[in-house]
């Protein structure tokens, strides 16, 4: 089992301004290749019906061998154009649903912070969750701690995750671990803590769920516990 770190959303943000550059420079390419065809044979080109842009001794036998070039590579690169930008609708879908849950969390970060919000004194979890990834086999968690109370000092201890999954028929708990490959994952605050991360795993296998023990410092029985079930 493998923790990976959670791309944060300035990084994807970058990655959309640069398909957005590939997807203007494409586009300027599609209307040049238009602009060189346009003598001679363009009605004909314009009357090819969808179902004949794939069959490529057809389109020999009406238009000629650079024109159907021409017509493949436009072809192509409106698939490519289409998948991009069906992969760019997904993108942007998940990213406005992890706004709106981040947008969430700071509210009630900030009730806490001005006193409006009452919590339980000590540690309690706020929020805790697991979803499937767009990618297959990749699992997203995210957890919410807060502290109520005096808050006189800090929260120092530890966190353990423990996955629940069926793999060929069977059921099988795993402990997943941090970047640095240990099974406890350190925590320190004092008011709030949010910490989101991801995991794969195998093929042919399915996360049922994930419970998540809080262990103050140096204590070896969980201060608190919580399991929760895959979020469809």
């Not at 060189?36 to 490529?56: C, E, H, L, M, P």
């Not at 008011?191 to 795993?201: A, G, T």
Request: charged residues 25%; hydrophobic residues 35%; contains cysteine.
């Amino acid at each position: 089992m493998v923790v990976r770190p959670y791309v944060s959303w300035p990084y994807r943000l970058m990655i959309f301004t640069i398909i957005g550059i590939f997807l203007l420079a494409l586009s300027w390419g599609m209307y040049e290749i238009g602009k060189r065809s346009s003598n001679g044979k363009t009605d004909s080109v314009f009357q090819i019906k969808s179902d004949d842009w794939y069959d490529a001794t057809e389109c020999l036998k009406k238009n000629g061998e650079i024109l159907c070039t021409q017509l493949a590579e436009l072809t192509r690169q409106f698939q490519i154009l289409q998948t991009t930008n069906d992969d760019l609708v997904k993108q942007t879908k998940q990213l406005s649903k992890e706004n709106s849950q981040l947008k969430g969390e700071l509210d009630f970060f900030e009730h806490v912070m001005s006193g409006n919000t009452k919590i339980d004194n000590g540690v309690s979890i706020h929020l805790f969750n697991l979803k499937k990834d767009n990618t297959p086999g990749v699992y997203r968690y995210s957890l919410s701690l807060v502290q109520g109370g005096s808050r006189a000092q800090e929260f120092t201890g530890y966190l353990k995750f423990l996955v629940n999954l069926r793999q060929n028929d069977q059921h099988k708990k795993v402990i997943l671990t941090n970047k640095n490959t240990e099974q406890n994952f350190s925590v320190s605050f004092k008011f709030y803590h949010r910490i989101e991360e991801n995991f794969k795993v195998p093929p042919e296998t399915v996360v049922e769920s994930i419970e998540v023990q809080v262990f103050e410092q140096n204590d070896r029985q969980a201060k608190l516990a919580k399991t929760v079930e895959l979020s469809l």
